[in-house]
């Protein structure tokens, strides 16, 4: 009875985790089906469940925006705010997980209030200071913006608020300093965390489109989302076009997810064995 339970509450566990993989699958799917299909075959109902493999799209969309420029653009602005990130964030959560000074709960308490601030209302206000700094169709008003992270903050805070205190007493008996300490003894141990933050930065740089698209009006520094615009316009929009542009956009992005997923996912890095 015991065994005949268990096999059916994994068989439901492993119906529900299709059914919902499918739901996240099927937006996915469609896209790639309208992609490879004919223009006419969009506004088809019912459907088509097949599509009629019309390459002749990818090489339509790809001719239709600079994109060797868009994903340089893109992999540079990104790269270097997931290193402003990185750097922030163990420097930061460190400091309010780990140092002694005055106002740290409530300063820690005004970084989170910053996540409920709606960043659509600040919009008009950061566009007239970038003005006045002329930072205007700049790299720099893609990068240092999104140079700190809260989500980075709060979660190597956390991370080092787990590490066995004998750890940085040992440090610090050996002469390291705070910055030391940070970089070189705490940094290595939260290397899951620091993946999980970089990625995370990573894609919502490569995802980014309201900001850049109204800080910039130069396609030499803009990245990919804002490329894929050039598909709409006042005689409507070209379906299978975008599709396909949105297909080899979103590819790289996919790859670089499932390639760092195991370092975040499972943890290999730990502080076990840490202390002897």
């Known amino acids: 009875m015991t065994r005949r339970r268990t096999r059916r509450g994994r068989g439901i566990a ?37 599509p009629d493999w019309q390459w002749a799209n990818y ?19 990104g790269a270097c705010t997931v290193a402003l990130v990185l750097v922030t964030s163990v420097l930061a959560g460190f400091a309010f997980a780990r ?8 300063l820690f308490l005004l970084v989170l209030a910053v996540m409920m601030v709606p960043q ?8 007239v200071i970038a003005s006045r700094l002329h930072l205007l169709d700049t790299y720099w008003i893609q990068i240092l913006p999104f140079g700190a992270s809260v989500f980075g903050i709060f979660l190597l805070r956390q991370f080092f608020l787990s590490i066995p ?27 899951p965390s620091l993946i999980l933050v970089g990625l995370n930065t990573f894609m919502g740089a490569w995802n980014s489109f309201v900001w850049p698209y109204i800080m910039t009006t130069k396609d030499s520094i803009r990245p990919i989302e804002v490329g894929l615009n050039a598909f709409y316009g006042v005689n409507g929009t070209d379906w299978t076009t975008l599709s396909a542009a949105v297909v080899f956009t979103t590819i790289p992005i ?20 840490a202390v002897r």
Do not use: C, H
Not at 120 to 127: E, H, K, Q, S
């Open 99 to 106: 140092m002694r000074f005055v106002g740290r709960t409530p």
């Open 165 to 191: 205190s004998e750890i940085f007493d040992a440090a610090q008996l050996d002469g390291a300093g705070p910055v030391r300490m940070a970089f070189q003894v705490a940094g290595p141990l939260a290397r």
């Open 254 to 273: 996919v790859v670089l997810f499932l390639f760092l997923q195991k370092y975040f996912v499972t943890g290999l890095y730990s502080t076990s064995g």
């Open 59 to 77: 090489a339509r969309a790809w001719s239709a925006a600079p994109w060797v420029r868009y994903f340089v653009n893109t992999v540079f602005i």
């Open 120 to 127: 659509t209302v600040l919009i008009i206000p950061n566009y």
């Open 14 to 50: 492993a119906t529900v985790a299709v059914i919902v993989g499918l739901a996240f699958l099927a937006p996915l799917l469609w896209v790639l089906i309208t992609s490879l299909s004919s223009r006419g075959d969009v506004y088809r109902f019912p459907p088509a469940l097949w």
